[in-house]
């Protein structure tokens, strides 16, 4: 939630509750939609930690609201980020070392944990892809997130099979 | 260890039943609409013996999408072509509406064909020097339909799948996924009892797949029972179960049972990391 935020700042000073719309404006479906006091939390922290400042402004018909701005600390915090390159793959491993381990300790048979994950992963792809028939074309975020996780499945399920011709 | 989840047995077979043979005893749910009972494909070429299928028991319900999975050379293709009668089976049975067709002779299965199975394949294998039109209305005048009948379901299929307009094209003319959408038009247009499907979207991009994703979801919604080999989840998650074949042998076969959906959507699914 941290860098999401700096970056939104980094385009205008903005208070807690308009960075949540925000944040759902921009990500649409595709971002579940963020709970407003875990936003001011972040908020607090980063100012603690110098990467914002914040500054009460007064209202007339309701309480004052609290306005928070990027420092240079944050701004550069934020380019760090982008500038560094993410996460390789996702290797679902806890599933490889479960398909591994339990086998040799007796509890479970290799075909049976591939036969019961290939089914989660089924049960999965159908939400996805009911997803992604009822998703908003002009929702482009949502659209290609949920096109990511299809692809991401699909290699999991790949994966399967290769550890079914192999270990089996 | 194999699981199979059917056992082997002699289940009855579903109307119609020919003329003069005992009336069978009440089926078990779902009718079947296809099943096979210990089928068995080996190919022998110069002394070598490949076991491809190796006693497979499945069954197809009316109306039922099943969605055949498995590492390649696991016999899902030969399971599919030996149901569809484009080659011997070696042993077993086979039961299609009621009916025994395993022994059938190979006019016997083109008749059967043409009646009750409709085909996909992956390289769509439609007739070059035909137009799309002809192409699709073929298989209903084999079947016996008037040109009136065949032309007036020609018109409708194309129009469902979006492609009226390329019907006096010729298929080479067509991008991949506009010929896949003829080929399943074609095999639509006699109203199958089954459709076998091999790997209909193997060469298709994403959103060509996607659209043939939509057509089969709503000839399965219409009442279109599918019987599908594929290695594209999307397609098989759409089934109402799934059959993983391996070495030969059914290794699962279970209903697909989709995970609980909550109110965020797409955003349960996937966490924006930073």
Redesign the interface.
Known sequence: ????LLALLAKEPAHGYELKLALEQT?G?????PNIGQIYVTLKRLEQDGLVRSEDVEQTTRPNKRVYELTLAGRDALRA?VGAP?DGPRVRDEFFVKLILAPMAGLA?R??LM?SQ????????????????D?DPADTP?RL??????LH??AD??WL??C??EL? | MRRQRHPPGDDPPVTPRPEGLPAPPAPQNPPGLLRTSKLVKVYRADGVTVEAVRGVDIELAIGEFVAIMGPSGSGKSTLLHVLGGLEPATSGEIWLRGQRVDRLSTAGWAVLRRQHIGFVFQFFNLLSNMTVADNVELPALLAGATPRQARKRREELLAELGIADKAGAAPARLSGGEQQRVALARALANEPSVLLADEPTGNLDSSNTRDVLRLLRRAHAGGQAILMVTHDARIASLADRVINLFDGMVADDAKIVPVSRTVNGVGDFLELRG
Do not use: K
């Open positions: 939630m941290r860098l999401p990500f479906q595709a971002y579940p939609s980020w993410c048979d075909m049976e036969n290939r089914r989660h992963y089924l049960g999965i792809m159908r939400n996805l892809t009911e997803l992604q028939a998703a949502a997130l949920i096109e990511g996780a299809i499945l699909q399920l790949d099979e290769r079914q011709e089996v």
